[in-house]
Every structure is written in C-alpha cells, then in structure tokens.
C-alpha cells in the first residue's frame, strides 16, 4: 500500500500546474472550451441546425442558440435513447444518468458520453484529490480504503440500447483501475439496486475495514454511520475507523448537518468538503478549509454562462461569460458540454465570492423558495437560519422542508416547517421562536413583514417522527440517491401529504 500510496501523489502532482494554469488564465481557459466544443460538434444534428461551422465568438454563440431547459432538449435526447447517432454530440451515447434535481415526478435522462465522463467528471474528481493533497499533504488518505455510498443501474422500458445509472454509479463503474484498489465496498456491493439492503451489507463490510474517506450525500451516510454504531456497539466512528481523515459530500447544504456529524467523528482530524458534482458534470469543489465556498472547476469539458436569477424566466435573458460576472450577485448557471447539453439551465443559484480565482456558493435551485409578499426566502436563508438554531439548542436535524401555512379565520400568514430531528431541542416552541429570529436576520424582507406582525405570524415548527421523510418517499416510489427532500415550496401540496401520512 506504501508503493501506490507514492504512486497516487506523483499522479496527483502532475496535475497541479494544470490547475493553476486555468486559475491564472480563466477566461483563456474558457473560450479554448467553447471553441472546442463547437469544433467538435458541427457535424451533429444539432450543430447544423443552429450552424456551428460558422460560430467563432462567444456573443455569435448566444445569438444563434436560444436558453435550453430539458423540456426544449428532450426531443433530441429521445433521439439518443433510442440509439440514434451524432444527435446533440459526435457518436451513440450509450448511458444515461437518470436525475430528478429535487422530489418531483418526472424523471430527467441525461446523457453522459465518453468525453464528458472522462474530461469532466473522472477529471474532476482527480482535480478534487489534487486539491486537497496540496493543501493537506499530511494526510494519509491513500493508505486506507475510500468508502463510497453511490447509486446502482437502472433498466428502462423502450430503450434497449441505453444503460441507465445514477451518476454515482458510473464514476464507481468505469473507475480507473488504480483507483479501485482503494474502494470499499466492492463493486457488486456498490451497485446493489436496494439502498436499504446497501446500506446494510456495507455497514458490515466496511466496518472491518480501514477507512480513511468517505464520501455521499449527508443524509444517506448518516443512515449508514448510525448502522455501522450499531453493529459495533462503539460510542463512535473513530472508534471503528481512527485513521478516518476526509468526508466528502455534496447534493445539499452541509450545514444544518454539520453539528450531527462533529457528534459522530469528534476530532478536529476531519476535513469536511464540499464538491459540486450533478449529473451533468462535475463543476466546482472546496479547496479551503476555513470556507465552504467552492473553485470553479473551468478546464473540464464544460463552457459557463451565467444570467441574473431574476431574469431567467425573460423570453430573452441577458447572459455573460465568466469575465463580465459580479461579486454577490445571484445568478443561473448556463452549461455548455461535451455530453451535448448546449445552453442548459442547470437549475441551481450561485454567488460568487472570488474573482480571482473564480469560487462560487450554491444558494438553492432556482425554483425553490417561499415568496407571499416580495420576501423571496431561499434555501440560503433557512440553512442559515436552522444551522444558526440547532446550536443554539445543541440540536440536530436529518432533514426538512418548508411551506406558507394559510390564514384561517382572522390568522395571518405564516410559515410551517416540518422538522426530523436527529437530536431534538428540549423546547420546541422556543426553538420555533428563535428559529423565526434567525430568519429575519439573514433575510431583511422577510424581517420588514414580520415586524409588528404586520403581514405574518411567527413561524411554526412540526417535529415530524423518526423516519417520516423516508416514509413519505417510499409511498411516492422514490428510493435513491438522485431524490432530495425539497427544501422550500409556495405550495403546500407535499406538506399536505407528509402530515397525513405522518398523523392521519
């Protein structure tokens, strides 16, 4: 293990100066991809259609090809589905990462060829290693296992010729051979299709071996950290794995968890990062320990465009390139990439916090807030609020969502939160009352309307049961890795349905 621990960091190190070289040189970077990808496709379906052959400049770029959503690809995908050739990119595209972004019914087919697995998402996780070796080269992550809780393939009816998968389970799939000599588990385990069933071989497994990094999304490792206790009967992780160094995660916003998972690895050993790897590539990652904003990743594949949040609903949004972005400004990102998504709405909100380099936050997806007079509360604004809460109370949360609560009678408007605990405050009510305080801190507009109680009522808090969100999944069919909990909704539709599940 000595000899390929050697060998992963002179790997590692040959890919540095290419970082710095797109941290340098940005903008350089950015328009050899755009040029590249156009190059490449001009011959596809797609690229005659909107003639790429005569494209050499980003603004001629933006002319000549609308704002896409997946509604507006989805012809084109189907095409690829069904096995057809050099559609939206050069050649068949042969998978398929199966996403849904949040809770919603209807899944989204995204296609992930050669180029864009290799370039882009197997390039970024090197990126993400290289990153973190060059700031923590004490770190012995490489003479230890790598436990990875991914996803599994799926088989859809009418597409014969196309494999489906969480994107997940491709990168632990088509993994480069060295990097499987540090995977635990082994891939039959990792690619099993019953998360539940998952979960607990590898809680098994992987509590015999010697872990050093994990990584997953939150949620679904705390189900897997809590059956790994209970199997071993320690009081906790670093009793089962002391040389456990790296948690990776990404999916959702760490904070709220964060308190739960110091509770779990009490040490100050653990780097927690945050990295920003959707099923349509894998575009940033944490490279600061003291900030949980992210370097974006601008030499892997993809070509970025960014358009004020409050105009991506125009006919004709205004959009700039990297150089022309602002500090603190929200915006939508607009992908371009060697998979064939041109001009894509990725569907999250960023804010840039460097311009040099170029480091992003994900404040929330676009279509996930709460807006009854103008107060526009994102995702930002509730992590913030309930991260700030839960340590007040020394409380720990697994997951929520929140919704307006309708006036009944002479009743204002209101908030309710659904809230399951991990470790529940002693008060909920005064929970609820300093949970509302924080979040009039960290959103000014929704301050102004409480005030006085002018427009709404103090938020309200439900304590859901222990497993209530998963119950709620499972009777909407939806048990894997690419479903998240929506976080915020102007509807009140889902709530509806977890209260009466949860309380008849």
């Known amino acids: ?122 390039q970024g996780t090197r990126d993400s290693m290289t990153l973190f070796r060059y700031r923590h080269p004490e770190a012995k992550i490489f003479k230890g296992k790598a436990l990875i809780l991914g996803g599994n393939y799926k088989t859809e009816e009418g597409y014969p010729d196309a494999v489906f998968a969480d994107i997940s389970a491709l990168l632990i799939d088509k993994m480069i051979p060295v990097g499987r000599l540090f995977l635990t588990p082994d891939f039959k385990t990792a690619l099993m299709p019953d998360m539940e069933a998952k979960i607990e071989k590898i809680a098994h497994l992987a509590s015999k071996e010697p872990v050093t990094s994990v990584s997953g999304m939150p949620t679904w490792i705390l189900m897997l950290f809590r059956r790994v206790l209970e199997i071993t009967g320690k009081d906790h992780l670093l009793d089962v794995w002391p040389n456990l160094t790296l948690f990776q995660h990404g999916g959702m916003d760490f904070n709220p968890y964060r308190e739960t998972f110091k509770a779990l690895l009490p ?66 990102i607009i992908i371009s990439t060697n998979s064939g998504l041109w001009r894509y709405v990725l569907g999250d909100r960023v804010k840039f916090t460097s311009l040099s380099p170029f480091r992003i936050r994900v404040t929330g997806r676009i279509g996930q807030f709460i807006n009854l007079f103008g107060e526009i509360v994102t995702s930002e604004h509730t992590d913030r609020a309930l991260s700030e809460t839960c340590k007040a109370f020394n409380a720990s949360i697994k997951d929520y969502t929140a919704a307006p609560r309708y006036p009944v009678g002479r009743e204002l408007n209101g908030y309710q939160w659904l809230v399951e605990f991990e470790k529940p405050p002693g008060n909920l009510e005064d929970f609820a009352r300093i949970l509302d305080k924080n979040l009039q801190q960290f959103n000014s507009d929704y301050y102004s309307r409480r005030k006085r109680n002018m427009m709404f009522e103090p938020l309200q808090v439900v304590e859901l049961p222990k497993g209530g969100f998963e119950r709620w999944m499972h009777s909407k069919g939806k048990n894997g890795l690419q479903y998240k909990i929506p976080r915020l909704s102007n509807s009140r539709e889902m709530i509806e349905e977890i209260l009466m599940l949860e309380f008849g």
């Open 1 to 122: 293990m000595k000899l390929v621990d050697s060998g992963m960091q002179w790997w590692l190190k040959l890919n540095l100066p290419r970082i710095m070289q797109f941290m340098k040189h940005p903008v350089r970077t950015q328009e050899r991809w755009l040029q590249q990808l156009l190059r490449k496709s001009h011959n596809t379906a797609w690229g005659k259609q909107h003639n790429y052959k005569s494209i050499s400049s980003y603004d001629e770029f933006r002319k000549a090809v609308p704002i896409q959503t997946y509604d507006s690809l989805k012809p084109y995908i189907e095409q690829m589905l069904h096995g057809e050739k050099h559609i939206l990119w050069p050649g068949r595209a042969k998978w398929f990462a199966e996403t849904s972004g949040t809770s919603g019914a209807k899944s989204k087919f995204l296609p992930v060829t050669v180029a864009n697995l290799k370039t882009c998402h197997n």
């Open 267 to 332: 040490s100050d050993q653990i780097h927690y990062r945050n990295i920003y790897n959707a099923s349509e590539g894998f575009f940033a990652v944490q490279d600061r320990s003291q900030d949980d904003d992210m370097l974006l990743l601008l030499d892997n594949g993809v070509f970025y465009e960014f358009v004020p949040v409050e105009e991506i609903n125009d006919p004709n949004p205004d959009s700039c390139g990297i150089e022309n972005v602002e500090l603190d400004k929200e915006y939508a």
